[in-house]
């Protein structure tokens, strides 16, 4: 989910289970959407995209979930390590011609422990 | 490609003084972003160009904030004077127009005392 103020939420697991992450967004008119991972003193890395005339899209060990009626937004990563601990954004990308800019939630922080 | 490389990786100065931050993006990107990350605010995007051209610098908090882009291989972001509430991590990242998804440096961490 998102966070208010200074605290992000944080989701903690065991090592080997299943994590999902929600987002909420906000812009009906977004056309795809990005969930980027930042470790810790490093800068976000992608992770996986999903346009909006999709439902669901998979990778290596995780899956993003669309759900335009609601304007939900989540990804899941199977068989969690410690090196998924991170903070997880979703972004959201309104695109005309050429290239738009991605508006970032605030985040959710993932704790794996082994 | 080492990817976006920015520099200084830590900066620390006095309130009043001059910050420059530094970027390179990946060769061949057209786009560049400068983000600032703060954990009441999160990430928030500052400004971009295209083709080294600004294109929107709607998310510069102040007059204080100014960054060029001199060339395809270059950006600076620049505050001055400095203030304490500067204090942030600020991020470049570029992307070309193919890419669905926009390319980090490790950021610079910024702290105004």
């Known amino acids: 989910g998102e966070s208010v103020g200074l605290h992000l939420p944080t989701l903690s697991v065991q090592e080997g289970d299943n994590s999902i992450i929600n987002c909420a967004y906000s812009n009906s008119a977004s056309d795809y959407f990005i969930w980027y991972k930042q470790e810790s003193g490093k800068g976000p890395q992608f992770i996986i995209d999903?346009?909006?005339?999709?439902d669901k899209r998979q990778g290596q060990r995780v899956t993003v979930l669309l759900n335009k009626t609601v304007k939900h937004l989540s990804l899941q990563i199977a068989a969690t390590q410690p090196g998924d601990s991170a903070v997880y954004f979703c972004a959201e990308n309104i695109g005309d011609s050429g290239y738009s800019t991605l508006t970032f939630g605030k985040g959710t922080m993932l704790l794996v422990s082994p | 490609d080492a990817g976006v490389i920015q520099s200084p990786r830590h900066e620390v100065t006095e309130m009043g003084q001059e910050v420059t931050l530094r970027c390179k993006p990946i060769?061949?990107?057209?786009?560049l972003f400068w983000y600032r990350q703060t954990m009441m605010r999160g990430l928030e995007l500052l400004i971009y160009?295209?083709?080294?051209?600004?294109?929107?610098d709607s998310g510069m908090p102040e007059d204080r904030f100014s960054a060029k882009m001199p060339n395809a291989s270059f950006s600076t972001l620049k505050i001055q004077p400095s203030e304490p509430r500067d204090s942030a991590v600020y991020f470049c990242a570029s992307s070309s127009i193919t890419d669905t998804e926009a390319f980090f440096g490790q950021g610079t961490r910024l702290t105004v005392v």
């Open positions: 160009f295209n083709n080294n051209v600004p294109i929107d």
């Open positions: 060769s061949g990107h057209d786009y």
């Open positions: 999903i346009r909006s005339n999709m």
